[in-house]
């Protein structure tokens, strides 16, 4: 039977990204973020307005996509509650989030150059998409004040792990993807480690710590 429920938040689950942005100061900024989407050589970004990484992006005009493997769970969550942005708001204090200046330091990840933009890629995600910005959308409602951020993939490098041997094609039993699902994180679906993400934002139904973790 269904029944009409008020759902507060819709996050049913997608691929986690690392997002590489190059800060004002010239250096690479790291955020993760799972509202992302593909069509042929397209891809649109749904990320919070006051980020420093929509700023990134919309000042500078490009990035990178670095998709995230599940066996990169760990290091992903270490950027959970980081910002890039040493202006934090009084929500994001509330939630947990502190000022890290040195992302790719803080989640021990390897940076790598790119090749056509500025950010550096992570060496660790087998699938690493270099774009530029070609378009942005407001989102603004009642609960929602964010932006869709539309870029196109300039450049893919895809590790030959996860590549069908002869083909430009990824294997898609070999790619495990990062799903983050109601702010907690799968890989091939499974539950993996508890979410900092999930406990700042109180979420119910999260995975909790194991007594011997």
């Known amino acids: 039977m269904h029944r009409v429920v ?10 986690v990204v690392l997002v590489s942005s190059t800060n004002p100061d010239g250096t690479t900024n790291l955020a993760p973020m799972s509202s992302a989407w593909w069509l042929g050589q397209n891809a649109m970004l749904g990320l919070g307005a006051s980020s420093r990484t929509t700023h990134n992006l919309l000042r500078t005009g490009e990035g990178v996509l670095n998709l995230a493997p599940a066996d990169l769970v760990d290091h992903v969550d270490r950027l959970a509650l980081l910002t890039g942005s040493p202006d934090l708001s009084p929500h994001k204090r509330e939630t947990g989030y502190r000022y890290e200046p040195r992302k790719f330091e803080a989640a021990g990840l390897t940076r790598q150059r790119s090749e056509l933009v ?17 378009g942005h959308y407001p989102i603004d409602s009642a609960s929602t004040t964010a932006q869709a951020i539309h870029v ?31 702010c907690d994180y799968f890989g091939d679906g499974r539950p993996l480690v508890p979410s900092r993400l999930a406990a700042g934002w109180r979420m119910p139904g999260r995975l909790e710590e194991s007594p011997t973790a």
């Open 6 to 15: 008020p759902l507060k938040v819709h996050y049913y689950g997608t691929p």
């Open 118 to 134: 500025a950010p550096e890629r992570v060496a660790e995600c087998p699938i690493q998409l270099e774009c530029r910005v070609t």
């Open 152 to 182: 196109e993939v300039l450049r893919a490098h895809v590790a030959d792990s996860v590549r069908l041997p002869g083909s430009d094609h990824i294997d898609p039993q070999a790619w495990d993807p990062l799903i983050m699902k109601f």
